[in-house]
């Protein structure tokens, strides 16, 4: 099932100049990490502050992007460069969640939105990275299968601030777009598990 990850090749691709101009400034694939993570939590204090200004979503889909940007920069550094570690591995995950949660956390704070409804999806976010991870326990690699895992989830939450914050998109409709995201979610955890059991049960074989 098609995943906006599949187009990760080509992005890294466009940021890979940039790469090598902070391996020469010697910073690190953790820093990094940790600033995308430090970032996505200012942002979302800063629009959920000011939820009642609706422009201000405008901002999200410009930090999504350049949040995805870090995220697929740490990942060169690591591999290209020699950094990987356990301690980044960590940082890696749990950082991830962090700012999916704080960045999501921020439509709580729209009146017409269902809370509940908001809350489920960062559970089952949190549910798609664990299953996600999981298949690393049972000989798999990571698993990264969508339809709606971080990067889409990204993609999706941007087009919805930006329609918020034009007011192109009606607040009210936003409910039944978390009952279809809250679905696609389910399917990627069960996609996510599905193929990790396949590609352990390959190897095997």
């Known amino acids: 099932m098609f995943s906006i990850y599949q187009l990760k090749s080509r992005f890294q691709a466009l940021l890979r100049p940039y790469v090598t101009s902070l391996y020469a400034s010697h910073i690190t694939a953790n820093q990094i990490t940790l600033t995308a993570c430090v970032g996505s939590i200012l942002v979302a204090m800063l629009v959920?502050?000011?939820?009642?200004?609706?422009?201000?979503?405008?901002?999200?889909?410009?930090?999504?992007?350049?949040?995805?940007?870090?995220?697929?920069?740490?990942?060169?550094?690591?591999?290209?460069?020699?950094?990987?570690?356990?301690?980044?591995?960590y940082l890696n995950e749990i950082c991830d969640v962090v700012s999916d949660s704080a960045l999501l956390l921020i439509f709580t704070q729209l009146k017409q939105i269902h809370v509940s409804l908001v809350i489920l999806v960062i559970l089952l976010s949190f549910l798609t990275e664990y299953a996600g991870v999981l298949g690393m326990m049972i000989g798999s690699s990571r698993r990264y299968d969508g339809p709606m895992g971080k990067s889409d989830r990204a993609f999706i939450f941007s087009i919805i601030s930006l329609g918020i914050a034009t007011s192109l998109l009606p607040v009210d409709w936003l409910n039944t777009l978390l009952w279809l995201i809250i679905f696609l979610l389910l399917i990627t955890v069960i996609n996510r598990v599905k193929k990790g059991l396949q590609e352990s049960k390959n190897k095997r074989e």
């Open 48 to 89: 959920g502050y000011f939820a009642d200004h609706q422009w201000l979503f405008g901002l999200i889909p410009i930090w999504m992007f350049i949040r995805m940007a870090l995220n697929a920069i740490d990942g060169m550094l690591a591999r290209e460069y020699n950094q990987k570690s356990n301690l980044g591995a």
